[in-house]
């Protein structure tokens, strides 16, 4: 549901201020990144129409905001990252085929299906709570699933369920995981490695 307002304040240097909903209660808080238009510079007493919703300190303030007269601009969807799945399903389908060849331990490859659909699934899930701006999953979480083997299903979730995608520190770090792991991969399937699987066989 759209509210509408008119601008009571306005902190140039800080780019917020408030607005004052028609019909009176609480006034919201708006924030120049909230702006449709951000071009134009706010003024006291201009009518802005916008969504009021809760930000992560459980506050109510604008969001999607335009000037009267304007339309809101809706942004784009961007489509999923087809390098991301592919590159996840061309593993899965290499740890696959390298397990049916005898290369590599049932273990492991067990290990990272079960671990790529938890990693899916713990997506989903934060997806949801973010939804309901409740309780979050934290991101170090989420990254450990990735390090011990679940990197797969948590790129495809990325893309799929759009979520985490626009955090480019997040994302550096989750690539950062998906490295490291596959080097680990590589030296438990090194003559090394296979020595020291050997032990707990």
């Known amino acids: 549901m759209r509210l509408k307002g008119k601008l009571i304040n306005w902190d140039s240097d800080k780019a917020f201020g ?5 019909g009176g ?3 919201i ?5 909230a702006l449709s238009n951000r071009n134009r510079v706010p003024q006291i007493n201009d009518v802005i129409t916008f969504a009021k919703v809760k930000n992560k300190d459980g506050r109510y303030c604008a969001s999607d905001a335009t000037f009267t007269g304007e339309k809101l601009k809706k942004k ?10 592919y590159l996840s399903v061309l593993f899965l389908a ?10 590599l331990h049932q273990a492991l490859l067990f290990g990272y299906l079960a671990i790529s659909a938890g990693a899916f699934l713990a997506y989903a899930s ?3 709570k973010a939804q309901r701006r409740v309780s979050r999953i934290p ?15 948590a790129a495809i979730a990325q893309q799929l369920l759009r979520h985490k995608t626009q955090k480019r520190e997040f994302r550096i770090v989750f690539w950062f995981t998906v490295i490291a ?8 399937l090194s003559p090394q490695g296979q020595h020291v699987m050997a032990i707990f066989q």
């Open 126 to 128: 934060d997806k949801s």
């Open 94 to 103: 290499m740890i696959t085929t390298a397990y049916f060849f005898g290369h």
């Open 25 to 27: 209660g609480e006034h």
């Open 139 to 153: 991101e170090n979480t989420l990254h450990l699933f990735s390090l011990i083997g679940g990197w797969p299903g």
């Open 76 to 85: 784009a969807a961007k489509k999923a990252s087809k390098f991301s799945i």
């Open 29 to 33: 808080f708006i924030h120049k990144t």
């Open 18 to 22: 408030f607005i004052a909903p028609n």
């Open 181 to 188: 792991n596959t080097a680990g991969l590589l030296w438990l």
